[in-house]
């Protein structure tokens, strides 16, 4: 059985959790926003897809809220001054070295931390996330660990 899991794992390949077409996202990251519930501002940090929808992160007052779209208003007003441009982007097809040989995965988040850029990859199959515990399976990896997939 574990030689079935193992074996599972290692050959599975990623097709985006969207779909055919990626659903474009309600802000850019960097953005400022508006809480919906408050006048309070804040700005976009990072997105992940999750349970069918994106989920974005919001700094606000030093702290990091995960919402959905319809918690925020959006600015059009977005702050690249300070930032590097993220190496990768959503939907990109990556080589991630997870095991002997590497498989390739798809970027379905990013992430910006203290002036780095971080992105989301599926490293357990979905069909085996029905069978796992509450463990997540993504991993928030930095682009020094990924190689870009020429599709």
């Not at 899991?5 to 290692?10: D, K, R």
């Not at 992160?57 to 690249?80: D, G, H, K, M, S």
């Not at 463990?135 to 990896?141: C, H, K, M, T, V």
């Amino acid at each position: 059985m574990i030689n079935q899991i193992v074996t599972l794992e290692s050959c599975w390949h990623s097709s985006a959790p969207w779909g055919k077409a990626m659903p474009p996202l309600a802000v850019q990251i960097l953005e400022k926003v508006f809480l919906s519930s408050s006048d309070i501002s804040g700005y976009c940090c990072g997105v992940q897809w999750e349970k069918q929808e994106w989920i974005y992160a919001i700094v606000c007052c030093r702290e990091i809220l995960y919402l959905p779209q319809e918690e925020f208003l959006r600015t059009n007003f977005v702050e690249t001054a300070t930032v590097t441009t993220p190496v990768f982007k959503l939907g990109d097809v990556v080589e991630v070295d997870f095991s002997e040989e590497p498989v390739r995965r798809i970027i379905q988040g990013i992430f910006s931390l203290k002036n780095n850029w971080l992105y989301a990859v599926e490293w357990r199959s979905p069909i085996l996330d029905e069978m796992a515990s509450a463990q997540s399976r993504i991993i928030w990896l930095a682009d020094v660990d990924l190689v870009k997939v020429n599709v």
